[in-house]
């Protein structure tokens, strides 16, 4: 069985969802061995997190060692923490496993690059320091109370509890991870192929009795599915059978 290595002590979601995805590629068949003891982790197959190496040769997707300055796009962004560093690789594999499917080339780059954009890249913030707030805006409430990274940062033992089992509550941060990350990539490919249906709807624009409206024959993401500089956006509703006159 594969050895997915990274450190003890508390754990952060990058570390969490870096693991979980390294589980998915190799077919959820993996160990994960969590130390810092550099001699058990040359035993493993995969460290994430951990070691001062990135080097995806020897499958080692550290991020904390000097000099390190990888991002997922040479023009900008943040730096790439383990779960970037992982999904920079591995990301297209964990998707189609996700998917039960391989889609088209062109969908896959699409949704590869759109969940970096709009997930990955936010663990990868959250782990490096980037600022949500720049200017230090004082918000009404605080996200990090029921975001997954407060869930996972609130699943470390307490200075109460010192015989927890912190592998265990490791192992239901990586399950946490797998949740999210499911739902959010089932959705975004529901997106994706909802644009024909979409344009088909359209097409029919100006027929109906109603001419402002569109209509589409099952409830679906309309909304995102359109071109993303469309301005006028018009109101969709599953098609239903007018009702008849009252006597």
């Given at each position: 069985m594969a050895r997915?290595?990274?450190?003890?002590?508390?754990?952060?979601?990058?570390?969490?969802?870096?693991?979980?995805?390294?589980?998915?590629?190799l077919k959820g068949v993996a160990t994960i061995v969590r130390t810092r003891d550099n001699a058990v982790l040359e035993t493993c197959d995969y460290v994430v997190d951990?070691?001062?190496?990135?080097?995806?040769?020897?499958?080692?997707?550290?991020?904390?060692?000097?000099?390190?300055?990888?991002?997922?796009?040479?023009?900008?962004?943040a730096l790439l923490s383990a779960a970037g560093l992982v999904y920079r690789h591995h990301g297209r594999d964990v998707l189609i496993h996700v998917?039960?499917?391989?889609?088209?080339?062109?969908?896959?780059?699409?949704?590869?690059?759109?969940?970096?954009?709009k997930y990955v890249y936010?663990?990868?913030?959250?782990?490096?320091?980037?600022?949500?707030y720049p200017e230090k805006t004082e918000t009404a409430y605080n996200l990090m109370n029921t975001s997954i990274f407060g869930?996972?940062?609130r699943m470390n033992p307490t200075w109460r509890e010192e015989d927890a089992d912190?592998?265990?509550r490791f192992e239901a941060a990586?399950?946490?991870?797998?949740?999210?990350?499911?739902?959010?990539?089932?959705?975004?490919?529901?997106?994706?192929k909802a644009r024909e249906y979409v344009k088909k709807a359209l097409g029919e624009v100006g027929k109906a009795a109603r001419k402002e409206i569109f209509v589409l024959d099952k409830n679906m993401?309309?909304?995102?599915?359109?071109?993303?500089r469309s301005t006028d956006m018009l109101q969709a509703a599953p098609h239903r059978q007018p009702a008849l006159p009252s006597s």
């Open positions: 997915i290595g990274t450190h003890n002590g508390i754990f952060h979601a990058d570390d969490a969802f870096a693991c979980y995805m390294l589980r998915t590629v951990v070691g001062g190496v990135y080097d995806h040769a020897m499958r080692r997707y550290d991020h904390h060692q000097k000099g390190f300055a990888e991002k997922f796009k040479k023009d900008g962004g998917l039960g499917e391989t889609p088209a080339a062109s969908e896959l780059d699409e949704l590869y690059n759109f969940v970096y954009e936010v663990f990868d913030c959250i782990d490096t320091g980037v600022e949500q869930m996972i940062a912190t592998d265990k990586i399950d946490l991870c797998r949740i999210s990350f499911e739902s959010f990539v089932r959705r975004q490919i529901d997106v994706i993401f309309y909304y995102q599915a359109m071109h993303p």
